[in-house]
């Protein structure tokens, strides 16, 4: 079956420093990928997403590249703010036949930025 | 167009108690979904549906019941709450027959049972 594993976490930066989060990924098919984010006491919101191998999904400055070779959906941004503060999820949706419309999450890592 | 909304935000029951949480969105999805958050468990999907009149179970159904009379709603039931179904409890909606399957999610119910 499907399944995504995300870094161990959680993750402590200061501000302006480089963010790596990793995610890797299990899948049958030809997955569609997201990164999902949770600030404190809301839902999930859409952060990005890529549906094929080499698409780069971006925004608000952070970034993920699909890579079918590494089966991996790694998100990054080059300098964060303590308005990151929040937990990442990766995610995918594989749309063949009972996997229809499903997401697989991963674990979630939680990301905390300090002045 | 308010998406996906919930109904409570904040519930305590007591054990054995029953009751229903709200979802609605008006997107015309087709899919919906409930999932639980626990701490270090990530998001587990409880039920979901693909269209009006059909659901299915996910991951984690016992204790749950759901339905989908119409397109907009898509409640979950808590037969006899137990202290094991504490938890947050999301809604979700999806168009994957649109191509584009990411999931729009609600505010979340934050539920005790004592």
């Known amino acids: 079956g499907n399944s995504v594993t995300q870094m161990e976490g959680p993750v402590t930066l200061s501000e302006e420093a480089f963010l790596t989060i990793n ?29 094929k191998a080499d698409d780069k999904g971006s925004n608000k400055g952070f970034e993920a590249t699909y890579r079918k070779e590494t089966t991996s959906f790694h998100l990054e941004k080059g300098s964060v703010q303590v308005s990151d503060s929040a937990v990442y999820f990766c995610a995918l949706s594989d749309a063949g036949g009972t996997s229809y419309g499903k997401l697989t999450f991963g674990q979630g890592t939680i990301l905390t930025v300090h002045p | 167009n308010a998406g996906v909304t919930q109904t409570p935000k904040f519930q305590v029951l007591k054990t054995g108690q029953s009751m229903t949480l709200q979802c609605a969105q008006d997107m015309n999805h087709e899919y919906m979904s409930w999932y639980r958050q626990d701490p ?45 179904q504490t938890s947050v409890y999301f809604c979700a909606s999806s168009y994957p027959s649109s191509g584009r399957n990411e999931q729009f999610f609600g505010p979340g119910t934050r539920l005790t049972v004592l």
């Open chain 1, 23 to 51: 995610c890797t990924y299990t899948a049958t098919g030809y997955p569609s990928l997201f990164w999902y984010v949770q600030y404190p006491g809301e839902g999930l919101q859409l952060l990005l997403k890529a549906t």
């Open chain 2, 40 to 84: 270090g468990m990530g998001l587990r999907l409880i039920h979901y549906s693909v269209g009006a009149g059909i659901t299915d179970q996910g991951e984690v159904p016992n204790g749950y019941n759901v339905s989908r009379s119409t397109t907009e709603d898509f409640p979950l039931r808590l037969l006899s709450a137990a202290p094991s």
